[in-house]
């Protein structure tokens, strides 16, 4: 893709994000009331007059939402910025059974749909997966008997990658590293091939920034959690991304991550209850602290969705250190509201869900412009369906010179 349709689609986005930071920024769960729902009272209350069925109904394609303005309006804009083509695909020959072996469905769905999406003009030499797990997807690249490195930091994946390896005939390095480890550049060489699939923030930026300055012949990235990050604001890469002067928080950078689409019904209704009983004990907080102020939360072991909702709000105010709920307190009607709550949140949430995809598309063309900078060819696309999985964009990288004609 040449670099200047990167960066004039990177520059689109960028607008867009920018304009609208107002209704994308705060969370509807932890800060409400939100500033827009003044500005934009209609919308706020049509949607907060709707109930959680239908926000959940609502959620895949709120585009489709006949919502008051500027709702349609911004769910175009943001379907017409974020139209990512398929990544062209590869004839591979039927892959051996053997091999799914030890995996889980649906993550050998997405090994195989990122194999099948990595088209090179170069042969490629050695295979490196960086933050192999296992090096399922390693092995099945290197199949045909190229070399494969993993790196891995978890010894006991390291091992059991090694053993899984030998046992199907694969030639491959487990090596245990970990890469945001100044050691690490050791372990890339000019020609490898680096794959990642699914490694989080810090560790695929990590990759990016590494093979760019070893000089690896190719690269494919398909991130994920763009919010473990170890700084608390986001370092963009790109020249256009630095010049941008979009600041994005950690909170900001979770925001692509807040999509559901695989999760299954036990668990989203176990994440319901919690959400409800939370929003309820945010609203008796307020009531017991006089202060009309959101107050975090720890996380919780899931055994405290089995104590009587009572005694749950009971025992986190005393977890948060603050006055005990009055005795007189309506428990039935106090649920009763976190019900009410969480389905006015949820249906809030589906106006800062269509900012989504493109704040996702907006970070993967900062890494895509950046590879353009170092020197590399770089494709953008999706390689499989969002319900296999929501991460499903991935960026495949030649450097110039060995390969094609460049980003621009
Ligand atoms: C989400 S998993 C992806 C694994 C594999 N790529 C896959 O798709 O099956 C991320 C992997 O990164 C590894 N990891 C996390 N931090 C790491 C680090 N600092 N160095 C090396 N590996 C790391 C984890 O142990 C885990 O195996």
Known sequence: MPAKDLTEHFEALNRFLSEHQALWRPRPFSDRPMAWEQTHGQLATWLKSRSLAQAEQAQAE??????????????????????????????????????????????????QAFASSLSFEQPTKHWLDWCSGKGHLGRLLARQGQPLSCLEHDPELVDKGAKLSQKLGINAQHIEQDVLAPSAIKQLKTEHTAVALHACGDLHVRLIQLASEVGCQQLAIAPCCYNRISTQHYKPLSQPAKAAGLELSIQDLGLPLSETVTAGARVQKQRDIS????????????????????????????????????????????????PPPPASTDWLKLEAKGWELLAQVRNLELLRGLFRRPLEVWLLLDRALYLCEQGYAVQLGTFCSRELTPRNLMLVAERIGSARQGCG
């Open 275 to 322: 959400m409800a009983r939370r929003l309820a004990f945010d609203s008796l907080q307020r009531e017991i602290r006089g202060l009309d102020e959101y107050l975090p939360t720890p996380s919780l072991a899931s055994s405290w969705l089995n104590k009587p909702f009572a005694e749950f709000c009971i025992d986190l105010a005393a977890l948060k250190q603050i």
């Open 62 to 111: 709120p585009h489709k939402l006949n919502a008051p303005e500027p709702f349609a309006s911004l769910a175009e804009q943001a379907q017409a910025l974020c139209q990512i083509a398929p990544l062209p695909l590869i004839n591979s020959p039927q892959l051996p059974n053997r091999l799914s072996n030890d995996i889980p469905g649906r993550k050998w769905l997405q090994i």
